[in-house]
């Protein structure tokens, strides 16, 4: 990189977050910034999401039973055609593989179990009642059952759907904007709000009926059926393990994107804000870039440039993405009328919030180079490779006359 004088033009540098890279000490980053001073390191927000939920499955006995318990159904359906017909001919839908990593699949098998309760209960018992079957598939069956009509099993099923219900959305929004982090951000920050509001009496008294309808409320148990670590009021008890689930994710967000606040000049592109800013000018912002960038910039140009553009709505153009604001301030000729303003726009749209997909899909790799093709040269995997990658201009290629013979 010495040959593009990167020293003075590196403003921001991203990885997955794993220590080799993100290590305040020895890692990449840090070797990084001592020799770029200006490049700010940005934990990949697609991976600090995953590990806010992977640690927040984490922290209590009964979280990780449930999920434990959870990845054996969709194990018990893929090893056997015969039990995914059964499952296929209730009108359910397949049960996605669970992932240690890839948290947003393990949302995906709570909402596949939440939204198909009544015909996975169905399709178990169906097997139950098959001749046909194996003795090892009517045990797992039978235990399965007994996990759908468990009522703590289904209270931390519908208390994981709400919160993936939110997350979800916030883990696309936050990989298809990977270069837009003022929007991430605020996407982090609705959805610090949205779990706030979920901690709530009535939400979890919503989220206790649900369960108590679909299984048997257990204030109704006898108290000699109940076992030690139920002895308390059950409500009291389901109340104080999902405040705890939510308490744990509340405090998790605010550490894991700590870092935001370090970012503070990113308000000054968010044109939502231009019309309070125009009022009040926003100096922490502006020191903020003048302290992690300041030597980009003259700092009385961009002040003026600044106040210019929160007062004049001609050229804030139609407010919408900053990268189409800065395709409208090229158009316009404004980048060398107000260069100071562009190179600032520049410097935000440059500083990406996503650095990997979180392993969304599994390696191209895996299906070129399998173990019956263990043999396969350098020369040809890099070659098949390139043609899976590329595979959008190899089928426009294809529909050429030509293409095979060739």
């Not at 390191?41 to 697609?46: E, L, P």
């Not at 318990?69 to 059964?86: C, N």
């Not at 289904?154 to 219900?165: D, G, K, N």
């Not at 992690?292 to 804030?316: A, C, I, K």
Request: proline share 3%.
């Amino acid at each position: 990189m010495q040959g593009y004088n990167f020293k003075d033009k590196l403003v921001a540098q991203t990885y997955d977050g794993a220590a080799v890279m993100a290590s305040d000490l020895n890692g990449l980053q840090a070797k990084v910034k001592a020799i770029a001073p200006s490049a700010m390191f940005v934990h990949c927000y697609a991976h600090r999401l995953n590990l806010v939920l992977s640690q927040g499955a984490k922290c209590l006995p009964e979280c990780r039973i449930f999920f434990a318990s959870l990845s054996g159904f969709a194990t018990f359906f893929s090893k056997s055609t015969k039990r995914t017909s059964f499952l296929e001919s209730a009108g359910c839908s397949r049960l996605p593989r669970n992932a240690p990593t890839r948290w947003n699949f393990t949302s995906r098998i709570v909402s596949t179990v939440a939204n198909n309760y009544n015909g996975l209960l169905q399709t178990f018992e169906n097997i139950i009642a098959d001749t046909t079957m194996d003795d090892n598939t009517l045990d797992c069956a039978k235990g399965f059952v007994r996990k759908l009509e468990d009522f703590e099993f289904v209270f931390m099923l519908y208390t994981y759907e709400q919160i993936f219900s939110e997350t979800d959305v916030v883990f696309d929004i936050v990989q298809q904007r990977a270069m837009d982090v003022l929007y991430c951000k605020k996407r982090i920050e609705s959805l610090l709000a949205l779990v706030k509001e979920k901690r709530s009496e009535g939400a979890f008294q919503a989220v206790y009926a649900k369960t108590a309808d679909l299984t048997s409320d257990p204030r109704d148990e006898p108290m000699r059926k109940r076992r030690l670590t139920q002895l308390q009021d059950p409500q009291e008890r389901y109340r104080n393990l999902y405040m705890a689930i939510l308490d744990n994710i509340l405090e998790q967000i605010p550490r894991r994107f700590s870092n935001l606040e370090s970012m503070l000049f990113l308000a000054l592109a968010n044109p939502e804000k231009f019309d309070d800013m125009r009022q009040v000018f926003p100096e922490e912002a502006f020191q903020s870039v003048l302290k992690s960038y300041g030597h980009h910039f003259d700092s009385g140009r961009l002040r003026s440039e600044l106040q210019v553009l929160y007062s004049d709505q001609d050229l804030q153009g139609n407010r919408g993405k900053l990268c189409d604001y800065l395709v409208f301030l090229k158009d316009m000729e404004l980048d060398s009328a107000m260069p100071q303003l562009y190179k600032l726009f520049s410097l935000v749209a440059t500083i990406g919030a996503t650095s990997a997909g979180v392993e969304r899909s599994f390696s191209c790799l895996k299906r070129l180079k399998s173990y019956t093709r263990n043999t396969m040269g350098q020369g040809r995997l890099s070659s098949l490779a390139l043609l899976a990658i590329e595979r959008t201009l190899v089928k426009s290629l294809e529909k050429t006359p030509s293409w095979y013979a060739r």
